[in-house]
């Protein structure tokens, strides 16, 4: 049985090597192709951006981690509405050079179909090809869905399609797939909360060794 290594929030000298973690993990894929069809810079281009959008994240949401950095689960608090990046236009421009259009017409595409009441976003779930098959997506999708429930939260989320039946497992339920402009196929997915599940978030592998006495102390003095 295969051991998920603890799951803890990202801190901002994270920064980097969370970047680096989303474009390896992104990099072979149809979507990364579709971005940056150049493979001898696509690597350093998908690093670039994903630091843009990880700092935005320790800003305007929260990022998730495995200590051993095999995995990660961006993702925005889009409560209300939120500005983009810093500085965001020209900052791309640097990072993607010639390819900054194919960026912003993904994020033109999903803006236009991601919902406009209160959510979650996750924006992001990354897992470093030696670290899969090993449940180590549940395991990240379980502690996310914990901490949404906890806050009565609904969750938003785009995928490639062969990622649907691990989302479905986590009460994902399909939107209408988009087809990217001479690209690949996403398909939107959202889950309603279910708050009753469990008020404290999930984490195999490290288990709560709080009591309930202690819990409902805490609670009590919040």
């Not at 680096?20 to 990099?27: G, K, M, Y």
């Not at 209300?80 to 791309?92: D, E, G, T």
């Not at 939107?175 to 690949?184: N, Q, S, V």
């Amino acid at each position: 049985m295969d051991v998920i290594p603890r799951i803890r929030a990202a801190r901002w000298a994270d920064k980097e090597p969370v970047a680096a973690l989303i474009a390896d993990a992104l990099h072979s894929g149809p979507l990364a192709q579709w971005l940056v069809p150049d493979p001898t810079c696509r690597q350093r281009i998908l690093t670039d951006v994903a630091v843009i959008w990880v700092e935005h994240a320790m800003f305007f949401g929260d990022i998730q981690i495995t200590d051993d950095l095999s995995a990660a689960a961006m993702g925005f608090h889009r409560y209300r509405s939120i500005p983009p990046p810093s500085n965001y236009h020209s900052r791309l421009a640097d990072a993607a050079g010639p390819h900054a259009r194919q960026f912003e017409l993904l994020d033109h595409i999903l803006t236009q179909v991601r919902p406009t009441e209160p959510h979650y976003h996750l924006a992001v779930l990354a897992v470093l090809p030696a670290a899969r098959q090993r449940g180590t997506g549940a395991a990240m999708l379980t502690h996310h869905e914990s901490r949404v429930d906890r806050i009565d939260m609904p969750s938003w989320t785009e995928i490639a399609p062969d990622s649907q039946d691990l989302y479905r497992g986590h009460g994902y339920l399909p939107r209408p797939a988009l087809t990217l402009p001479d690209g690949p196929v996403l398909v939107p997915m959202g889950r309603n909360p279910h708050p009753n599940r469990g008020s404290w978030p999930l984490n195999t592998a490290r288990p709560a060794t709080v009591t309930a006495a202690a819990r409902a102390q805490s609670d009590a003095q919040r």
